[in-house]
């Protein structure tokens, strides 16, 4: 079962959840609660009038039954009944529980499992009578009896029906459920102005992020175009003047070494053509590091092609395999010099830090864009624990000046995999 289904949900979605579900839990903790306690208050209440109701007429049932005046104890009982709707049925038994009188209410209703009963209880007063002797008359009254005889002469029973009182307090369940219903919509209309408030208030800085974010992107390309431009016009100093300037030196040298004879002349002449030449070869060095004339002669593919042939000769201990896919001469010339460098930082870095023995540089061009994957069996790191160096830093910026995407994946003793995605304009 996934968990993240919540992930595709928009901000003001999110905001919703977030405020609805506890006022939901609320409301229903509230709704249970209510219930449940209108139940218990008719229990209560069923538990505390049944037996007082049942109290109350047996003891003023008791003369109804010594004279046998069932007729009015019917009146009384129905009169009960009509004044208590709460009341089921009330029965009148005799001393054996057998009915005398027994009476239902007429009003519909279920009657309640359990039933009240209260003995009807014949009290008997002795009176102490005295003699003419002025001795206590003890003729009637019964050998070892008090002055007060009870006896149990019937029984009162009633029965409850919850029905009327779960009427009442339903009526009143229904009045807090409509006091929390009308609270709930109000709660949830103000999360939903929260919401729609805090949703425009995100939207407005993520657009303001996406704009800088944008603007750090175009400068970006705008200092990589600027540094290119300052780079090839420095190669072009060096190689049209630089190096012009020394051809000249070494043609004027070696015009004194064939005009003069052996000796010291002869000899400076020619330590100044070795000069020459020396500094020429560096000037050549240092114009294809600025600007690299075989990215404007081969194209990426065979620039990079010729790259990775220059550090497989350069590193007996390490094999370096190239393969690219696509038509590279419709690259825009900014992605190409960006790709350039890149692959250069990430070769640099294999050569010095990954003890690798096999390397595999890929190249791929489509209508999406320029995919590029450098692959090591190196050393690696952990990612989580090593800070991105300069280089690294560098790459990424470069990535991200044309919204592309770089992936690096890695782990100590597991290489290191780069896979980066440019797209085209």
Known sequence: MRFDFWRHWSVRARLLCVTVI??????????????????????????????????????????????????????????????????????????????????????????????????????????????????????????????????????????????????????????????????????????????????????????????????????????????????????????????????????????????????????RAQSIIKLALGLYNSGRTLVRRLRPEVLDMLGLDGAVEEMVRHYDRAHAGCRYSFRADGQFAQLESGIGISAYRIMQEALSNIAKHARATQVTVSLSLDGAGLRMEIADNGNGYDAALASPGIGIVGMRERVAAFDGRIDISTAIGAGTRIAIFIPQA
């Open 22 to 267: 506890p006022l939901a839990y609320m409301f229903s903790t509230f709704v249970w609660y209510a219930y449940h306690s209108r139940l218990s208050e008719v229990r209560e209440e069923m538990a505390e009038r049944g037996p007082l109701v049942a109290k109350v007429l047996a003891e003023s049932s008791e003369f109804s039954l010594l004279s046998r005046r069932y007729d009015d104890l019917r009146l009384t009982i129905n009169g009960l009944l009509r004044s208590d709707a709460s009341i089921y049925r009330i029965e009148v038994l005799d001393a054996q529980r057998h009915a005398l009188v027994q009476a239902a209410a007429h009003a519909p209703g279920q009657p309640d499992a359990r039933y009240y009963e209260a003995p009807v209880l014949k009290r008997l007063m002795f009176v102490t009578m005295l003699a003419a002797d002025g001795k206590p008359y003890l003729k009637d009254k019964p050998p070892g009896a008090s002055g007060i005889a009870v006896e149990t002469m019937g029984y009162v029973r009633v029965t409850m029906s919850p029905s009327a009182l779960l009427l009442k307090q339903t009526r009143r369940f229904y009045v807090e459920l409509l006091v929390a219903s009308l609270g709930l919509m109000a709660c949830a209309l103000l999360a939903w102005q929260l919401s729609t408030g805090l949703n425009a208030s995100l939207q407005a800085s993520m657009q303001a992020l996406r704009a800088a974010d944008a603007e750090k992107r175009r400068l970006i390309r705008k200092v990589n175009t600027a540094v290119e431009d300052e780079r090839k016009s420095i190669a072009l100093e060096i190689h049209d003047e630089l190096n012009a300037t020394l051809i000249a030196a070494r043609l004027e040298a070696q015009r004194i070494v064939d005009v003069s004879q052996p000796g010291e002349v002869r000899e």
